[in-house]
């Protein structure tokens, strides 16, 4: 009889865990109203200038 392997399971379920919090992770932000729960800056955020000159 074939000995069962004990670390791909666990590799496994550690998968399955890790994808379920994602999936929660990124429902509960597209319900924040698309808030980025990483503090990832969105692309129509204003960039303040470089080189210091005042934007107008």
């Known amino acids: 009889m074939a ?3 004990y670390t ?5 379920k550690e ?3 890790k994808k379920k919090q994602e999936e929660k992770r990124l429902k509960k ?3 924040q109203g698309g808030q ?3 503090g990832a800056l969105q692309d129509d955020t204003p960039q303040p ?4 000159a005042t934007a107008i």
């Open 29 to 31: 932000a597209a319900s």
């Open 36 to 38: 980025p729960v990483d």
């Open 15 to 17: 998968l399955a865990k």
């Open 3 to 5: 000995k069962t392997n």
């Open 49 to 52: 200038p470089v080189d210091g």
């Open 8 to 12: 791909f399971e666990k590799r496994q």
